[in-house]
Nanobody, 124 residues
Framework: QVQLVESGGGLVQAGGSLRLSCAAS????????VGWFRQAPGKEREFVAA????????FYADSVQGRFTISRDNAKNTVYLQMNSLKPEDTAVYFC?????????????????WGQGTQVTVSS
């Protein structure tokens, strides 16, 4: 079992920044990959970024490449998503998820555990 809790969402103006956190518990944190996904109203959940268990490999969606940075602090059992140059189209509920196979994947069905999500709203 893995428990994930997201935090750090909020309201920000376009061009601003936010840092999301995903705090994990339940299994050896460095043994699994963690991904961030987002879901806007009326849309399917989409991949944003993911990081391997020890942090050596990351992967990003084209839509956030160069603006978002995923990182992890295994001593704190936390994964971060630094979001810069935010756009209104980044507005969504952001979820973190754990992939126990420790493979950096982009499909929701590949992830085993999910957090409850945190709302990010970017105003124009």
């Amino acid at each position: 079992q893995v428990q994930l809790v997201e935090s750090g969402g909020g309201l920000v103006q376009a061009g601003g920044s936010l840092r999301l956190s995903c705090a994990a518990s339940g299994r050896t944190f460095s043994s699994y990959a963690v991904g961030w996904f987002r879901q806007a109203p009326g849309k399917e959940r989409e991949f944003v970024a993911a990081i391997s268990g020890r942090g050596g490999y990351t992967f990003y969606a084209d839509s956030v490449q160069g603006r978002f940075t995923i990182s992890r602090d295994n001593a704190k059992n936390t994964v971060y998503l630094q979001m810069n140059s935010l756009k209104p189209e980044d507005t969504a509920v952001y979820f973190c998820a754990a992939d126990l196979t420790n493979v950096v994947l982009i499909t929701t069905s590949d992830y085993d555990y999910w957090g409850q999500g945190t709302q990010v709203t970017v105003s124009s």
